[in-house]
């Protein structure tokens, strides 16, 4: 069993940066590829980034790329997504999800293992 906790949410201006955490417990936690993902108000959830086990392999969606980094500290069980030149269209709710194959966020084709409750996030001025 893995719990997530996210972190690091809040109210930003456009422009701006956030950096997300997400916690994790358990000692299985660098068994685990790692995801980010987002729902906005009116929308589907959404991909965002992915990293993978040992963090040598990242994934990005491409409303994110080139923004945005994730990161994780396989020592601290934590994974982070760090956010830059926020825009309005990058508010949404950000979940972190934990899944035993890094290849299942990339084909979205299951749902990944463990979930995170969320954390929220608004791009406003």
């Known amino acids: 069993q893995v719990q997530l906790v996210e972190s690091g949410g809040g109210l930003v201006q456009p422009g701006g940066s956030l950096r997300l955490s997400c916690a994790a417990s358990g000692r299985t936690f660098s068994r685990y590829a790692m995801g980010w993902f987002r729902r906005a108000p009116g929308k589907e959830r959404e991909f965002v980034a992915a990293v993978s086990e040992g963090g040598l392999r990242t994934y990005y969606v491409d409303s994110v790329k080139g923004r945005s980094t994730i990161s994780r500290d396989n020592a601290k069980n934590t994974v982070y997504l760090q956010m830059n030149s926020l825009k309005p269209e990058d508010t949404a709710v950000y979940y972190c999800?934990?899944?035993?194959?890094?290849?299942?966020?990339?084909?979205?084709?299951?749902?990944?293992?463990?979930w995170g409750q969320g954390t929220q996030v608004t791009i406003s001025s």
């Open positions: 999800a934990a899944d035993t194959y890094y290849i299942d966020f990339l084909s979205g084709t299951s749902e990944p293992d463990y």
